[in-house]
């Protein structure tokens, strides 16, 4: 059982460039979410599945993109990097009250 | 709209003092949780405790301990003889109407801890 899984740990983008982050978890939680933290803002939600091919928007969705074709995976997509989404980014799951979260993935964006 | 705030940005302590993370949270609805989370300098987000909003009774586990208070709408934090090891980032957290169980955490922003030898 690996709990919340995070890839890759750190990645370096030019402004510009795409790519998604993984999360998967091996749990069979129905929801999932992802979050950003930012020095001194805490953590603030950017998506969420309440189950696969349900997303919704959280308090920060711009320049990210989500989908939810399966229980265990939850990609989150940035589509066009801005040094504004450098920043750490949180993944996790859960099951009534009770939310894990992955390792987290450091983003930087030049 | 709910919203938690934690009113301390940084805190010092020096080792063996007590140290109490206050925590004040908004909502409209009866029924939520409330967390604390650690972030230790390793990054990783560290489950401490949930209390649900029927439940008043205080807690304490080990050195720390949680003062619940709906009246106030706060959930303050206290380690008792503070360690170097406790030096990390608090996060308090709600979530409202978890009738279904799939809600988001609100987080406040946090109170990084400094524990001095």
């Known amino acids: 059982n690996a709990g919340v899984t995070q890839t890759p740990k750190f990645q370096v983008l030019k402004t510009g460039q795409s790519m998604t982050l993984q999360c998967a978890q091996d749990?069979?939680?129905?929801?999932m979410s992802w979050y950003r933290q930012d020095p001194g803002m805490g953590l603030r939600l950017i998506h969420y599945?309440?189950?696969?091919?349900?997303?919704d928007q959280g308090e920060v969705p711009n320049g990210y993109n989500v989908s939810r074709s399966t229980t265990e995976d939850f990609p989150l997509r940035l589509l066009s990097a801005a040094p504004s989404q450098t920043s750490v980014y949180f993944c996790?799951?859960?099951?009534?009250?009770?939310?894990?979260f992955g390792p987290g993935t450091r983003l930087t964006v030049t | 709209a709910q919203k938690v705030t934690q009113a301390q940005t940084e805190i010092s302590v020096v080792e063996k003092e007590d140290v109490t993370l206050d925590c004040v949270y908004e909502?409209?609805?009866?029924?939520?949780?409330l967390f604390w989370y650690k972030q230790p300098p390793s990054g990783e987000l560290v489950f401490l405790i949930r209390?649900?909003?029927?439940?008043?009774q205080n807690e304490i586990s080990g050195r720390y301990s949680w003062n619940f208070q709906k009246s106030t709408s706060s959930f303050n934090f206290t380690i008792t003889a503070s360690q170097v090891v406790d030096s990390a980032v608090y996060f308090c957290?709600?979530?409202?109407?978890?009738?279904?169980?799939?809600?988001?955490?609100?987080f406040g922003k946090g109170t990084r801890l400094s524990v001095i030898a």
């Open positions: 749990m069979n939680h129905e929801y």
């Open positions: 996790a799951s859960g099951r009534g009250y009770e939310q894990y």
């Open positions: 957290a709600l979530s409202e109407s978890p009738h279904s169980g799939n809600t988001p955490l609100v």
């Open positions: 599945s309440v189950g696969a091919g349900i997303t």
């Open positions: 909502t409209r609805d009866t029924t939520y949780y």
């Open positions: 209390r649900n909003s029927f439940d008043e």
